[in-house]
């Protein structure tokens, strides 16, 4: 919809927009991605020792560390040494970011959130290195958590930092202002959905089987709030010709994913644990469950990295509904 | 909401949001539970009430005094021990290597050479529990419930009902997997492992065993009157002579145990060979003759199955559905609930054992035969194994079997069974039309 048609036009004076900065937001969030699946596929094959001393590995520099051992070696090393890399690519990012930011953005509060994210790359790291030099998995299961939300604020930041945020969103008209919380609240939900799952997948001895199933209880319930949000601020994004396509495309997108998410995580249960009811149904009753197999830790590592996909969409669709909503206020 | 119409500044809820927000993550972290160490095994609670319920004794200090025995013999999750006299005694010796127990037990870790370490922790804890007790985090929601490994009592295996499993019995499990059950088949895992976590399902067991045959011996071998204990550590040095006729009585117990063990892997195995004479489901058939005496086998084999001696279909069902009349339970539910005089049914009776972590009871059901999946194994050599060994703890029984019962089931009629049954998927599975038919 063009500005000149649209009954309310916001009076926010256009920022200026730099490409190096928003460049640097978007390939921080890329590369954040595939760190969230690699670091999925540490806890899928138990490869959090893998390599026991950190930062760095096996008595070498990180960096340093023979390409022949790390690519050709142990497969668990192979995923830990790459999802350190990966991590290690994600602050070098970070620092180009504040760099950039610094230099280009004349947004005093944009130089700070950089600073932010930097520093939540490195408390990141240092949760993962944690969790190798005290061998506790409770730090997995934290470090496992925070690593969607570091993601969510990569996401943010590439948001932030976009042209269609600095410019005065001529797009925006009346909006729908249930619309940036209904966002809000999903981004609250599955980001709580994500920590209710990172409770079964890092799940120790130490809990007992009372726990374990209030918490398989309160996720399955969670999912179906989730789902039921996800479709309904897809239907309001979608049907309403007032909201921008900025927001309508990724809440459409997002709620094919919470469906995907859905499936993924009946495969991820199957897979684990088989169908309880198994006998009711003849495929599920001939399948046997192969440990560490291909597809086994395909789908599970998916589920986990698709939960993240689902909060980072999610900011997404809330913060340029904010921004639609505040401007027209 | 009218957008024209002065709001109050949002600042401040949004910031209650946030602070909420920032709140309930870490809450929600901590109230998971942290990372606590793993340095003893559970006691056998259960088994211990069974015994205070039925004898009407209180077991409080017995119960400490077998796990300090037991922490003597067997050592911690983190540190395990295997008895020395065990080691040295020819006849379980290679049972269990304490070099195999030590990469099995403790943390999760893996070497530059890709070698893992806490093999049970990394495969099996979740399920089978830190004692193997079948009681672990994600038992509750599993169906059926991972096995209780302390009974010493495992469902397939070569061995007739009441002996242990041999390592071959347990590594096929391992591999293979059970299909439709939460048991996974880990044979993508390296001999080396495997062997390492057959020593350790048979250490829980073993263990387990010892300590319910401590908690025995101490509720109906000792004299409660005169204050006797099943073994004082603190007189080893001051009366070592009472000391060591204690440690002898728990030494003999140990050993019978594992002896039991010893005994199966030693003994001679089952010999299953295919007849000559009669092809089997699943083989090539080369001429209509074959054939012939294929479906001739099928029909036998449901005469069989339908029949007074081998009795299947009463469990089974007269089409082989799993519908027969059966309320049942398994041995490891029996042992906390009949066995200490408890109904399986009644959640009022059973609430004292439910508060100890038991697990609610679930009636037993027959396999349905006519999906043509079998938990024990699908090859012809699995369902022979089934049939003539039966499923220990469970209400399958072996079939009585020539010549030691002259009424019982021959070779060849098991085998007529085995066709009946790998034939059975392809039926018509109206009971009344079950009548053999062409196998497929």
């Known amino acids: ?329 | 909401m009218n957008s024209s119409a002065p709001r109050p500044p949002t600042h401040f809820n949004d910031r209650r949001w946030a602070c909420a927000i920032a709140w309930l993550i870490p809450c929600v972290i901590c109230l998971s539970g942290c990372d606590v160490p793993i340095d003893a095994f559970e006691p056998n609670r259960l088994f211990a009430k069974r015994l205070e319920l039925n004898e009407r004794v209180e077991l409080e200090q017995v119960r400490d005094d077998v796990q300090v025995i037991l922490e003597e013999l067997f050592g911690t999750p983190d540190s395990p021990r295997w008895p020395d006299f065990l080691t040295n005694d020819s006849a379980v010796k290679h049972l269990v290597s304490i070099e195999r127990l030590q990469r099995a037990a403790g943390a999760v870790r893996s070497d530059e050479a890709g070698v893992h370490f806490g093999l049970y922790r990394e495969h099996c804890i979740l399920c089978h529990g830190i004692a193997g007790n079948g009681l672990g985090a994600t038992s509750r929601l599993l169906n059926p419930y991972p096995r209780d490994f302390r009974l010493g009592k495992f469902k397939f295996k070569s061995t007739p009902i009441g002996s242990r499993p041999t390592r071959d019995d347990l590594a096929r499990t391992l591999a293979d997997g059970i299909t439709g059950t939460s048991m996974p088949a880990f044979r993508l895992l390296t001999e080396e492992d495997l062997q390492a976590l057959i020593d350790y399902v048979i250490y829980l067991s073993i263990r387990g065993e010892v300590e319910r045959n401590l908690l025995l011996r101490a509720t109906f071998d000792l004299d409660w009157d005169d204050d006797e204990r099943l073994i004082d550590f603190s007189v080893r040095e001051s009366d070592a002579e009472q000391f060591q006729t204690q440690w002898q009585e728990i030494v003999a117990i140990v050993s019978k145990v594992a002896n039991n063990w010893g005994a199966a892997n030693v003994a001679p195995l089952l010999n299953i060979s295919r007849p000559t004479n009669l092809p089997i489901v699943g083989d090539e058939i080369q001429n209509t003759e074959e054939q012939q005496r294929l479906a001739e086998s099928v029909v036998r084999g449901r005469t069989l199955f339908q029949g007074k001696v081998a009795n299947c279909a009463s469990c089974h069902g007269m089409a082989g559905a799993g519908d027969g009349v059966v309320n049942d339970y398994d041995d490891w539910t029996k042992d906390w609930t009949s066995n200490a005089g408890l109904d399986p049914s009644d959640k009022l009776q059973l609430k004292p054992m439910l508060e100890l972590g038991a697990l609610k009871p679930r009636h037993i059901q027959p396999r349905n035969l006519q999906r043509g999946i079998y938990r024990g194994g699908s090859r012809p050599e699995d369902l022979y194994l089934r049939i003539v060994r039966g499923i220990e703890g469970t209400p399958m029984p072996a079939a009585p079997m020539q010549p030691e019962n002259p009424l019982g089931l021959s070779e060849n009629d098991v085998w007529d069974l085995v066709n009946f049954l790998l034939n059975l998927p392809n039926q018509s599975h109206d009971a009344d039309t079950v009548q053999g038919g062409s196998p497929s």
């Not at chain 1, 809990?207 to 918490?215: N, V």
């Open chain 1, 1 to 329: 919809m063009s500005a000149k048609n649209s009954p309310k036009i916001a009076t926010f004076t256009s920022r200026p927009y730099n490409r190096a900065v928003h460049a640097l937001a978007v390939i921080l969030t890329v590369a954040v991605f595939p760190l969230i699946w690699v670091g999925g596929l540490v806890t899928t094959y138990d490869a959090g020792m893998a390599v026991p001393d950190w930062p760095g590995t096996y008595g070498w520099n990180m960096f340093a560390y023979p390409a022949s051992t790390w690519l050709f070696g142990p497969f668990d090393l192979l995923v830990e040494h790459s999802h350190r890399l990966l991590g290690s690519l994600a602050g070098f990012l970070s620092i180009g970011l504040v760099i950039a930011a610094f230099r280009y953005d004349p947004r005093t509060w944009f130089h700070w959130w950089c600073v932010g994210v930097l520093v939540a790359v490195i408390a990141q790291g240092a949760l993962g290195g944690a969790r190798v030099v005290l061998d506790q998995r409770t730090f997995a299961m934290i470090h496992g958590c925070t690593g969607p939300l570091f993601f969510a604020i990569a996401t943010a930041t590439a948001v932030m930092s976009s042209r269609w945020w600095l410019s005065d969103v001529a797009q925006a008209v009346k909006g729908r202002p249930k619309l940036a919380w209904l966002a809000s609240i999903l981004v609250v939900g599955s980001y709580g959905q994500l920590i209710l799952g990172a409770q079964l997948r890092h799940v120790t001895a130490a809990i007992s089987h009372t726990t374990f199933m209030m918490f398989v209880h309160s996720h399955l319930t969670l999912a179906g709030l989730v789902m039921l949000l996800a479709l309904c601020l897809a239907g309001f994004a979608t049907f309403s010709r007032e909201i921008s396509e900025r927001i309508s495309r990724p809440a459409g997108l997002l709620a094919v994913i919470v469906l995907l998410q859905i499936g993924l995580g009946i495969g991820t249960w199957i897979v684990n644990y088989a169908l309880p009811w198994s006998d009711a149904n003849a495929t599920v009753a001939g399948y046997t469950i192969l440990s560490k197999g291909y597809w086994e830790s395909l789908i599970v590592t998916a589920h986990m990295a698709t939960g993240s996909l689902i909060i980072s969409l999610a900011t997404v669709v809330a913060l340029r509904a904010w921004r639609v909503r505040l401007l027209i206020q």
